[in-house]
């Protein structure tokens, strides 16, 4: 596609079920990243890929946030047992080469809920 | 770890008018600085990309510069019109890691 998608675009969970948020990056796109936006905030990182392999997730919040990037194409964050402090914007970006040397191309976000 | 502040948090200008937003951060050692825009509801935009290297970065009428050992960055939007009005975002890179800051709301009044 022209852009990075990401899927669903909206998504309400009930507090303690599983969520699996999807991104695919713009073709070719060899790094990927993971944020994460609270309302009137600037997104916080959360990880980073390299191609299949996840160089840096330092970001995620505990270990009920976990994201996988198997072929190095379409990755996806998954929220195990959500809780109402996870309802934010997540975000997803690809660039072209490796990290801090391209522009960064934004997914619209999942806005995810938690009641 | 890396903080990134922009000032000021909002700002309201009539149609025409020149404009500066600013960004400043506390470690200098970064790859690069990233201006974006991000609209309601939307993803982020980008709008401009200054490598370490480079003071400035010019596209139509927006102009970023950069300066590293200061800490600091601005972009400069020349006669603003209300299609700009969005909220602004600069990140920095200091790697694998982009830090953001919170954001200049802008509001251009027709």
């Known amino acids: 596609g022209a852009g990075v998608s990401q899927s669903p675009r909206y998504k309400v969970a009930k507090r303690g079920q599983d969520v699996a948020l999807r991104c695919d990056p713009i073709s070719g796109h060899v790094s990927l990243f993971w944020y994460q936006q609270a309302l009137g905030q600037g997104p916080e990182f959360l990880t980073y890929?390299?191609?299949?392999?996840?160089?840096?997730k330092s970001g995620l919040p505990s270990d009920r946030f976990f994201a996988e990037r198997p072929e190095g194409s379409v990755s996806t964050l998954k929220i195990q047992r959500t809780q109402q402090e996870d309802s934010a914007v997540y975000l997803c970006a690809s660039s072209f080469g490796l990290a801090g040397n391209y522009e960064q191309y934004f997914g619209p976000g999942t806005r995810l809920t938690v009641t | 770890k890396q903080e990134v502040t922009q000032i000021p948090a909002a700002l309201s200008v009539p149609e025409g008018e020149n404009l500066v937003l600013n960004c400043s951060f506390t470690?200098?050692?970064?790859?690069?600085l990233q201006w974006f825009r991000q609209d309601p509801g939307k993803g982020l935009t980008s709008l401009l990309l200054i490598q370490s290297s480079q003071r400035e970065q010019t596209s139509g009428r927006l102009n970023a510069s950069l300066d590293k050992s200061s800490g600091r960055s601005t972009l400069y939007i020349a006669a603003s019109q209300p299609g700009d009005s969005a909220t602004y975002l600069c990140a920095v890179n200091t790697g694998n890691q982009f830090y953001f800051g919170t954001g200049t709301s802008l509001t251009v009044i027709p």
């Open positions: 470690d200098s050692a970064i790859y690069n």
């Open positions: 890929f390299q191609n299949e392999a996840q160089l840096d």
